[in-house]
């Protein structure tokens, strides 16, 4: 795992077991080879934050469509030892609400649109986790434009500056 900052006060960490990019390092680490992320996110935005926790597999496979109650039981394995960012302040709940998910996947469209080299139908979301108050379409739509990024090989290498180039840019 690593961690950073996103701007001034916002934070992220990246997990790799899943996944990995052609070219970018993780922690030190090339990441050639994994195929999967998990990417947690927390921005403040005045006296709210907005949060959220995703995490894709690119399936060399046929896709498979991965239920809620799936990404619950998966989420809910990954992070038994993890705590979430915005514990203390916010309601975490496991598991990805439809309307978060269609904006994941136009986070994973928008990559594509925008020149990044990955099937997106192959892109299976596995682990998932969303903040009763803090959570919205618009940064799940973030977080899978910089998943579907990362995934591709797309980060140029400074994964940490990449994530907050991306995370800021939009």
Known sequence: MISGSIGKYGKFRLWRNVCQTTGCKVSGDDVTGVNGLVLEVMIP??????????GVHYSAAEPVTCGVDALTE???RFLMDENFLVAGFDSVCVGLPKLYEEAARAGFTRASNNGVEIEVDRLEMVYAAYGEVSSSEQIFEKIGF???SLMSGSCGGDVEGAINSMLNAQ
């Open 45 to 54: 935005r005045g006296a709210r934050v907005l949060y959220g926790l995703l």
């Open 146 to 148: 910089v998943l579907a």
């Open 74 to 76: 998966n989420a809910r």
